[in-house]
């Protein structure tokens, strides 16, 4: 070997040596992309409040006035820019969107996502372009179950703890309803929302019985006329729904003349978002979830997060927080404490990977609840979720809700390795309630 190769090798064994201990360098500015509805019948009702709580809380990090412990700048102290995006048109819109994102545009991270159908079919081709991403609300459990992930998180619970918990408000508030139906839209998430409703009902109320004229419309049918009849000419006492966007609110217009409300105890998982936006319209009586702790349910939770959100929420927006603001505002904040410690541990602005990392199995303090990232190998939160009964506040002339009841996420959401069907069929075992 002359003096010259061996040089040339010693020098790359040093590069190479300094290459791994060598601290994290700087970054100035980190971009994420946020989709949400942003046009169409999900945009007023989810899709511009999520917008809304994903923005006020990324000004607050890039100022640096998030409430303790959350108060220094940035993700791992570079400043966040964050890049709007419209999640109507499609899951082929939306996978297409994607790979722009990611390839073209070279985000650094996608934080958002309403619907199930997007994330259903997105979660392939978040693993196989290799870029961190974070699910902030859809609700389907197929996304982990039915396969690893290594570059998904979602921080908040999946559908099943909303079924599981309606199911438990019915058992402990209305222990003698003996027939129940629903009324779901006809794609993943409703029949999900479904499916894990009249498992669970079967677990802790056997003694009540399943109608047999099950209802799936089609997602932002709109009208739903014939529904409303069939509905009211049913024996069932109850009635469960997962609609969302406008659907919800469609449907609890033209049910409620009709005296739908009247006749049936209406259990509405997903109702919360509802209640501020349709006022004193809001029916009185209405079983409320709202995909966890989230909006008008945790109103009166006394918190420094909470009573900042709610207050900077109302002083920007002019009205409360909902579900969705919360649940984005919540990803986005996991986001940062994810950069913030990897970016701590490396001793600079961290890799993907170290990022990842640090995500992986994370617990944290959101602005209404306890996160932990407890499923999935460290991938899937958990949360408590809660229920309410609709009641229009007279001395405040505003929505409210009574009877709030707070089930725990180790009641409610299956353990880490069991499918929500597999769990709930069993019994739920271990389920601490």
């Known amino acids: 070997m002359t003096t010259k190769t061996w040089m040339g090798l010693a020098g790359v064994s040093v590069a190479a040596a300094m290459a791994v201990v060598a601290p994290a360098t700087a970054k100035d500015s980190v971009t994420i992309a946020v989709p949400a509805f942003l046009s169409g019948p999900a945009a007023g009702p989810f899709g511009v409040p999520a917008r809304n709580g994903a923005e006020m809380v990324i000004d607050a990090i890039n100022a640096g006035k998030l409430p303790a412990p959350y108060d ?14 419209d999640e109507s048109g499609g899951n082929t819109k939306q996978v297409a969107e994607y790979r722009n994102l990611v390839q073209k545009r070279g985000v650094d991270a996608v934080v958002g996502y309403i619907s199930s159908g997007s994330c259903a079919a997105l979660a392939p081709v978040v693993e196989e372009l290799k870029t961190l991403t974070v699910f902030a609300v859809c609700g389907t459990p197929r ?7 290594q570059y ?3 921080t908040m619970s999946h559908a099943t703890a909303d079924n599981v918990a309606a199911a438990h408000y019915i058992k402990d508030m209305f222990p003698d309803i003996k027939t129940y139906t629903g ?6 998430w409703g029949q999900d929302s479904w499916r894990d409703f009249e498992l669970s009902m079967k677990v802790l109320m056997p003694g009540s019985k399943q109608s047999d004229k099950i209802q799936f419309p089609k997602i932002f049918a709109g009208q739903y006329g014939s529904e409303i009849s069939a509905l009211s000419l049913d024996e069932a006492e109850l009635v469960h729904s997962s609609f969302w966007d406008g659907d919800l609110e469609g449907f609890i217009f033209q049910a409620t003349p009709r005296g739908l409300f009247k006749q049936k105890k209406v259990v509405f998982t997903v109702g919360g978002t509802a209640a501020y936006r349709l006022g004193k319209k809001m029916p009185d009586g209405l079983i409320l979830g709202a995909r966890g702790p989230y909006g008008i349910l945790v109103r009166d939770r006394k918190t420094a997060l909470n009573e900042w959100f709610i207050n900077t929420y109302f002083d920007r927006y002019g009205t409360y927080p909902s579900g969705p603001a ?12 994810a950069y913030d410690k990897a970016g701590a541990a490396a001793g600079g602005f961290p890799t993907q990977d170290q990022v990842i990392a640090s995500f992986k ?3 944290f303090e959101s602005f209404s609840t306890t996160v932990k990232l407890a499923l999935a190998g460290g991938h899937q939160a958990v949360t408590e979720n809660v229920y309410g009964i609709t009641k229009w506040n007279a001395e405040a002339a505003e929505p409210g809700v009574t009877d709030v009841k707070f089930y725990p996420a180790e009641c409610v959401m299956p353990p880490d390795g069991q499918t929500s069907v597999e769990w709930i069929e069993k019994g739920m075992p271990g389920a601490k309630c």
């Open 72 to 85: 220094s700048k940035g993700f791992a102290g570079a400043t966040v820019t964050a890049d709007f995006i």
């Open 143 to 149: 996304v982990f179950e039915d396969g690893a992930r």
């Open 152 to 154: 998904i998180f979602r």
């Open 183 to 188: 009324i779901n839209q006809n794609y993943a």
């Open 326 to 337: 919360y649940q984005y505002a919540q990803a986005v904040l996991a986001t940062k404490i």
């Open 361 to 363: 199995g994370m617990e």
